[in-house]
């Protein structure tokens, strides 16, 4: 499973399970521990509705990183997730064998598991991408600005243009180097909802590394770019 699959159903799943916890806390309650005394019943509740904030929040968190493109980085947050999960799941069971409830609730353990399943699975080194794969590729997504020049099992080239205020769609590129074949003003749209404006010159070459982005070209003439991207 991709890891970015994986982070979209986990940090769905835990947003939707913690607003139950806060919209209907008490019958949460009872639907795990059955009729709670009357005296405990705001107590508990109060409990319960923490306990979906901190759900809700990891959610949060799963899903502004779900993007993440470093692979070792999104291995690294699902696994983390994973650990955090099964520690929650232990408490739970725990609970139990200490006898501070009646029995186990299955659905917790169902919800759970299956999160800790997904997080484990997806973050185990077969599953995570090398820094080079592209996962969104910019000549299937963009063919209108991105089209292959040459391609063999050590590099891609690609060449780029770009109209006067035309913007493409998220995509990927691997490390490699970039040839800027006239001056140009561009803005980068990054996944994380953050914007960097570039300017660069004809005949200016960089270094790029592995990146997700959406390009715009923010000047007045066309942009027409080389890059090479590395395997």
Do not use: C
């Amino acid at each position: 499973m991709e890891i970015n699959l994986a982070l979209l159903i986990m940090g769905s799943v835990l947003i939707i399970v913690g607003s139950v916890m806060n919209i209907i806390p008490v019958k949460f309650n009872e639907g795990i521990f059955g009729k709670i005394e009357s005296d405990a019943v705001n107590a508990a509740a109060a409990m319960r509705t923490n306990i979906g904030s901190s759900l809700i929040a990891i959610g949060v968190i799963t899903l502004l990183n779900r993007n993440v493109h470093d692979a070792n980085e999104s291995k690294a947050l699902v696994f983390s997730i994973g650990v955090a999960l099964s520690i929650f799941l232990l408490s739970i069971v725990l609970a139990y064998f200490r006898k501070f409830t009646k029995n186990i609730p299955i659905p917790p353990i169902v919800i759970l598991g299956s999160l800790i399943i997904i997080a484990f699975y997806s973050s185990s080194g077969s599953q995570v991408s090398n820094k080079n794969e592209i996962t969104l590729d910019a000549v299937k997504l963009d063919p209108d600005h991105y089209n292959v020049e040459l391609e063999n099992d050590k590099v891609r080239v690609l060449r780029i243009k770009y109209g006067p205020g035309e913007k493409s769609v998220m995509h990927d590129h691997s490390e490699g180097v970039v040839i800027f074949l006239n001056d140009q003003d561009a803005k980068f749209n990054l996944p994380n909802g953050e914007t960097v404006n570039a300017s660069a010159e004809a005949g200016q070459v960089i270094w790029s590394n592995a990146v997700r982005h959406l390009p715009e070209n923010i000047g007045n003439e066309s942009a027409e770019v080389i890059q090479v991207e590395f395997k």
